[in-house]
Nanobody, 124 residues
Framework: QVQLVESGGGLVQTGGSLRLSCAGS????????IGWFRQAPGKERDFVAA???????YYTDSVKGRFTISRDNAKNTVFLQMNSLIPEDTAVYYC??????????????????WGQGTQVTVSS
């Protein structure tokens, strides 16, 4: 079992940067695949990026080249570095985890554990 806590959200202007953190509790964090999703008001929860327990990374097309996902297993933390932010990136960002999975990482159904979310607002 793992508990997830996101942090690092906030208000930023277009072109700015933020770094989100997803801190996990519990043992064997290094064996969990972690995903970041976002949900804007009135919209579905969309995939942003994922890092498997193998350290393989995945991104949705709209963030490639702007966002970078990484993990520090010694600190039980996954990071999402977001650069060149645009208003369309405005959403609540959630991290999610599941043990040992390698498939379905771009789908919310691929994860069992979820954090509470952190708000990211990009002003124009």
């Amino acid at each position: 079992q793992v508990q997830l806590v996101e942090s690092g959200g906030g208000l930023v202007q277009t072109g700015g940067s933020l770094r989100l953190s997803c801190a996990g509790s519990g043992r064997s964090f290094s064996s969990y695949s972690i995903g970041w999703f976002r949900q804007a008001p009135g919209k579905e929860r969309d995939f942003v990026a994922a890092i498997a327990w193998t350290h393989t990374t995945y991104y949705t097309d709209s963030v490639k080249g702007r966002f970078t996902i990484s993990r520090d297993n010694a600190k039980n933390t996954v990071f999402l570095q977001m650069n060149s932010l645009i208003p369309e990136d405005t959403a609540v960002y959630y991290c999610a985890a599941d043990y040992g999975v390698l498939a379905g990482l771009s789908q919310p159904s691929g994860y069992y554990y979820w954090g509470q979310g952190t708000q990211v607002t990009v002003s124009s």
